[in-house]
């Protein structure tokens, strides 16, 4: 959490991820033109908010793209702000980014102290799965090309669905997804989601790959995943659950 406080204490890399806010998945020389710094400051810059998980990166042909993370974002709202300003404190978690293409992509990482089995375990398991996902459990064979469903007890019908594309655990999972809350989500459509796990020591890097979705889709296809990961993390490291505004919404519909 320190490295966040640090990396956010200066206004150059403030305005980098200012950059990323307006425009997700932004090569080094696009960034580069939007600030008045050399090529080399700015990659020591965007190396730091790396370290600090404030951006993720992933490479496209020879291209490597930039990505906001608002999961450390979100960890430092649920710890400390919450408590204090809820309602102004929310927006941190509500970002809202957009790619040139007219598809965009959503990356999210977090680092959790448990193993790649455990953690397996949390995604596909459906009870475990109710505790950090809003009460929304999930029932699959989980075999490749096997569907899905997803679930809550106070709705008669499913909340989302879609199909297992690939499934190698405890390594990777790319899930198609459907939303069914809601026709505004429905009119959406099928994107996708992916679930990457990489031990890392005694802990696991989790990275989940929200893509396909059309460009200016509607957040709440993807606005809840800091809220989800988080409560992911706390459950698995301290075996509590993690009260969220997403968590509070649906026990109130319950």
């Not at 580069?32 to 710094?37: D, I, K």
């Not at 929304?136 to 679930?151: F, L, M, N, R």
């Not at 994107?191 to 929200?210: A, F, K, N």
Request: charged share 30%; hydrophobic share 35%; aromatic share 8%.
């Amino acid at each position: 959490m320190d490295d966040v406080f640090r990396a956010l204490a200066d206004p150059t890399r403030r305005a980098l991820l200012d950059e990323l806010f307006a425009r997700d998945g932004q090569t080094l020389s696009a960034l580069e033109e939007r600030l008045p710094m050399t090529r080399f400051g700015v990659m020591k810059h965007l190396r730091v908010l790396e370290e600090a998980d404030l951006i993720v990166t992933r490479r496209r042909g020879r291209e490597k793209l930039h990505f906001l993370n608002p999961v450390p974002i979100r960890l430092v709202h649920d710890r400390w702000v919450s408590k204090y300003a809820e309602p102004w404190a929310a927006r941190l978690s509500d970002l809202k980014h957009q790619l040139e293409e007219k598809t965009m992509e959503k990356l999210f990482e977090i680092y959790i102290k448990t193993t790649p089995e455990r953690l397996w375990e949390a995604i596909t398991d459906t009870d475990m799965r109710r505790k950090y996902n809003f009460g929304v459990g999930i029932e699959s064979d989980w075999t490749p090309g096997s569907g899905y469903k997803a679930g809550h007890p106070a709705s008669p019908t499913p909340i989302y669905e879609g199909e297992n594309l690939e499934v190698d655990p405890p390594r990777r999972l790319v899930q198609s997804f459907r939303a069914l809350w809601g026709e505004d989500v429905k009119s959406e459509g099928t994107s996708r989601v992916t679930w990457e796990i990489e031990p890392v020591g005694d802990s696991c890097r989790l990275t989940v790959i929200h893509d396909q979705l059309r460009d200016g889709a509607n957040d709440q296809l993807y606005g809840g995943w800091p809220q989800i990961l988080s409560g992911l993390k706390t459950l698995l490291e301290t075996g509590e659950t993690l009260t969220t505004p997403g968590s509070l919404m649906y026990a109130q519909a319950s």
